[in-house]
């Protein structure tokens, strides 16, 4: 079965994401869907993950409301960070396999899947002894932050395509003090790829390295799916395999 690829054009609030991969979980776990990979940007939001912590805001919520950055809490791993425009985020919503070797697979290959994309643009992009996600010279330039219900993830990364980096002043990113964030931006300059461009490219490496076959379905349909699905239009598939108990894993 192809794993679908969902593009969505435009900046969306987190809470609306959030939502929808809520309904996509339950869908997966249902065997009513495929595994299913959202590509998208957020409008500016600071989250923070189940191991956030507030000494890591360096502004107030009404700060933020009035640069007209949200604030939401996120079902994630990892601690606090910032979305905005100019930021690709991918959610994956798959049920791993044995070939995924387990949780600590999986962050190794959203890493992989991030130091591949970097490497398409001419940036030097690694991996730090101890610390989750890809950095570059300048910094930090992809952070990850997952969770796993019975082996289906949800969320996941965030690359630093164009976004304004300013956002990212307003918190200790990820809870790493005095480390910085980068983007292709800050280093290519007017050589940075458009984020279509950067899509495309992540696109191609997440189907190699999640070893997925991938199905570019537009939102309209999913949304379609969903309703159906809600308004007992499918039924389930096959039975679903009773996991072990539920695991949820925090990263950043």
Not at 7 to 27: D, H, W
Not at 41 to 57: A, F, M
Not at 65 to 93: F, M, N, S, W
Not at 218 to 244: C, E, F, K, W, Y
Request: glycine share 8%; with cysteine; hydrophobic share 35%.
């Amino acid at each position: 079965m192809k794993t679908w690829a969902v593009y969505f054009e435009q900046p969306m609030p987190y809470r609306q994401t959030a939502e929808l991969q809520e309904r996509l979980v339950a869908a997966r776990l249902r065997e009513e869907i495929p595994d299913t990979i959202l590509f998208l940007e957020h409008l500016p939001v600071i989250t923070l993950g189940r191991r956030g912590r507030d000494r890591h805001l360096l502004a107030s919520r009404k700060q933020l409301e009035k640069k007209g950055i949200a604030l939401e809490l996120a079902p994630r791993g990892g601690d606090v960070t910032y979305h905005g425009p100019g930021q690709l985020v991918i959610y994956p919503i798959l049920r791993l396999r044995p070939s995924d070797s387990g949780a600590h697979g999986y962050l190794y290959n959203l890493e992989e899947i991030a130091l591949r994309t970097a490497r398409d643009f001419n940036v030097r992009a690694y991996r730090r002894p101890g610390m989750n996600g890809v950095w570059c010279d300048r910094g930090k330039i992809a952070a990850i932050g997952f969770r796993l219900q019975h082996w289906i993830s949800s969320h996941g990364m965030s690359f630093n395509v164009n976004t304004d980096l300013g956002g990212f002043e307003n918190i200790v990113a990820c809870g790493l003090v005095g480390e910085s964030v980068a983007s292709l931006e800050t280093i290519l300059g007017t050589d940075c790829p458009p984020l279509p461009h950067v899509r495309r490219s992540m696109c191609r490496h997440a189907a190699e390295v999640l070893d997925r076959k991938l199905e570019t379905i537009p939102p309209a349909r999913l949304r379609r799916t969903l309703d159906l699905i809600q308004n007992g239009g499918r039924r389930r598939s096959q039975s679903v395999p009773q996991p072990p108990a539920s695991l949820q894993l925090l990263r950043s």
